[in-house]
């Protein structure tokens, strides 16, 4: 009887041990429960700052169209004119360009050769790399001139300096040139130092300038790239008689905002948006200089600007549209020494040439037009 009692006692206490047991057991695992809950819960939180964190950081990376399979940091944005050793090499860090570094682009042909080899002369290679156009196809008779081996050439037959710029001189590629200089070939420059242009340039903050003319000896088509003897820039012209008057109050092209296109210098932040302007067949660009203010990173009023204190001479020689063309000439029949020959004549284009610019010139300015019709979200500034 005393067993049975115990036996009866002893399974009791299991079973209220066993009852304890799970009742702990439960009530500490809703316990955890809530508290995994909450953790798990900001875990994902932060999970999705993090991960939106990473997105916005992606996304501030802003990479080039067609670069989104490459890492950031192989990505090379932009590029220069800077030519590389074929065999050495050092293990140093890549150089950092100069930042002062500008650039003298030329559209040339061999006939103007003392002339160009002036104006290079003046351009120090520590501050400027050069790049020759040549229209005429002629590059190997240029070797005579020591810096000839330094320059870039680009040789196509019968294009204009805009062509080859435009083809060229793109902004990612001339991006590490603080100055561009587009000029013609005909130019004297026995009164031009390009240092010192600059840093009136500089100093007067134009974003796109030209030197004055020496208007005793230059050709000079519009007179606001005449050169004033007093002072070391001016940005307007003045006139008081006859249609299209100018005075202290116009603030359009051709009074004020604008220079000519024998040789424009750009600022890089300019000249990014000049070259979207040019267009690809009207090779002359007739009508893109009075158009240039708006790339002036500001107001065209006061950033562009002709520099009196530096100046040169445009001898205004209609270069482009002479072809020498090779013809055989027939043997003399009666005289059995005579031998069949080569012989060049040459073929004046010229005036087709200009006909062609003023054509242009229209076509342009009806592009514009358009451009300004169609674009519904474009404020004109002026």
Request: glycine share 4%; proline share 4%; net charge positive.
């Amino acid at each position: 009887m005393k067993q049975g009692s115990m036996n009866r006692s002893c399974l009791f206490s299991i079973l209220i041990t066993a009852a304890l047991i799970c009742g702990a057991y439960f009530i500490a695992n809703a316990y955890l429960a809530e508290e995994f809950k909450e953790r798990l819960l900001k875990w994902e939180i932060t999970d999705k700052m993090q991960n939106a964190t990473s997105t916005r950081t992606c996304e501030d990376f802003k990479k080039p169209l067609g670069t989104e399979a490459l890492p950031q940091g192989i990505i090379e944005r932009t590029s220069n004119l800077e030519t590389q050793h074929l065999w050495n090499y050092d293990h140093t860090k890549k150089r950092s360009p100069n930042p002062s570094m500008s650039l003298l682009a030329m559209a040339v042909g061999i006939k103007q050769k003392e002339l160009v080899n002036r104006v290079i002369q003046k351009f120090s290679p520590r501050d400027f790399a050069v790049m020759l156009f040549h229209y005429d196809g002629v590059v190997d008779d240029w070797k005579q001139y020591p810096w000839n081996e330094h320059a870039i050439h680009v040789s196509v037959m019968n294009q204009t300096k805009w062509w080859f710029a435009k083809r060229f001189l793109h902004p990612d590629i001339v991006a590490e040139y603080e100055y561009i200089f587009l000029w013609d070939e005909d130019l004297g420059v026995a009164h031009f130092n390009p240092q010192r242009y600059l840093s009136i340039v500089k100093e007067e903050g134009l974003q796109i300038s030209q030197p004055a003319l020496d208007t005793t000896k230059s050709e000079v088509h519009h007179p606001i790239t005449a050169r004033r003897k007093k002072g070391k820039v001016h940005r307007r012209m003045y006139k008081y008689k006859g249609s299209g008057r100018c005075d202290d109050h116009s603030t359009n092209p051709p009074c004020i905002g604008w220079v000519e296109m024998m040789a424009p210098v750009f600022s890089r932040g300019a000249w990014r948006c000049s070259w979207y302007m040019i267009q690809n067949d009207l090779i002359h660009a007739w009508g893109l200089d009075t158009q240039l203010g708006y790339c002036a990173q500001g107001d065209r009023k006061k950033n562009v600007g002709v520099v009196d204190a530096e100046y040169i001479v445009h001898y205004g020689l209609p270069t482009l549209g002479v072809v020498e063309t090779a013809s055989l000439s027939v043997r003399n029949e009666t005289d059995p020494k005579s031998t069949e020959s080569l012989e060049s004549r040459e073929v004046d284009n010229r005036p087709e040439v200009r006909m062609k610019s003023f054509v242009e010139m229209k076509r342009f300015k009806e592009r514009w037009k358009k451009a300004v019709r169609d674009d519904r979200c474009w404020v004109d500034p002026y």
